[in-house]
């Protein structure tokens, strides 16, 4: 009869086994040492249109190199398109990536935001600061305080707000989601391999995210350590990413980094983007 004291030997014999072989030992670089690999741990939110799909080349480039990878799709957007509503706004999407830290007790990450994800990862970093290891804007929108996705970056006058929100809207004639734009407005080729790819998963977008202010009432991601990264081959049109890349390279507590690719970088360069990402 096997007892609980034989499961209990056996299971210490296999745990033993495990730990003296040579491929347990290996670090991160392929070298032996004492030690198990050490692990970092990266959350990237997707923008606009997109979905967790899209960092597919990147999340596998993160994982062979050892580290664990979150890829979460934000409610109403790709497999998770089925729940549009109009009632998803700026503050549902803070709270998909405030959940995937709480259930998968995420902490010491490093927080990476695309596009409008940048609006998310602001408002996540209010409020869980303390387990962020350092923030990364792809791209990305920087907002302060009270700000739309339409009113964050260079200063533009009233109407010219009101001309931008007038143009999401017929983007969303049912008033509830813009529709999509095709691959080549967001940097990637039409000859490029992934064109057709991110055609067919890209989805309508939620309009009320781009129009909910933002709060920040403990100064967003101010304070922690943040890198901004600008796509500039090209550059995305009428966005305000090459604004913000320029007033984070005047700030000492910025990193600032251009990458010579589309705004899709993690399509269209994730081995340099990946690079980049392994670096923090």
């Not at 290996?26 to 967790?52: C, D, I, P, Q, Y």
């Not at 350092?134 to 929108?141: M, N, Q, R, T």
């Not at 391999?193 to 939620?206: D, I, Q």
């Not at 700030?251 to 983007?273: C, K, N, Q, R, Y």
Request: with cysteine; net charge neutral; charged share 20%.
């Amino acid at each position: 009869m096997i007892t609980r004291r034989h499961m209990i030997s056996a299971a210490a014999s296999i745990s033993a086994a495990v730990l003296a072989s040579p491929a347990w030992a290996k670090s991160a670089t392929g070298e032996t040492s004492g030690k198990a690999m050490r692990k970092t741990r990266f959350l990237l939110v997707h923008g606009a249109w997109h979905g967790g799909w899209c960092w597919r080349d990147v999340a596998a480039g993160l994982r062979e190199a050892g580290h664990e990878v979150f890829t979460p799709t934000l409610t109403g957007l790709g497999e998770r398109a089925h729940l549009l509503s109009p009632e998803i706004g700026l503050q549902t999407h803070v709270d998909d990536i405030l959940a995937v830290i709480r259930f998968n007790e995420l902490e010491d990450f490093i927080l990476v935001g695309h596009s409008y994800g940048g609006m998310v990862i602001s408002g996540v970093a209010d409020k869980v600061r303390d387990k962020i290891r350092h923030i990364v804007y792809l791209d990305a929108a920087l907002p302060r305080d009270g700000e739309t996705m339409i009113s964050q970056g260079a200063p533009r006058s009233a109407d010219m707000l009101a001309a931008t929100e007038q143009q999401l809207r017929a983007l969303a004639p049912e008033g509830i989601a813009m529709q999509a734009f095709p691959p080549e407005f967001l940097g990637i080729p039409k000859n490029h391999p992934g064109y057709r790819w991110v055609a067919r998963h890209m989805t309508p977008h939620p309009l009320k995210t781009w129009l909910d202010p933002i709060a920040l009432p403990n100064g967003g991601s101010a304070g922690l350590p943040r890198t901004y990264i600008h796509c500039n081959a090209p550059v995305l049109p009428n966005s305000s990413f090459g604004w913000h890349y320029d007033q984070t390279s005047k700030d000492i507590e910025w990193t600032s980094l251009t990458l010579a690719t589309g705004h899709d970088a993690m399509v269209t360069a994730p081995h340099a983007l990946t690079r980049i990402l392994r670096s923090l």
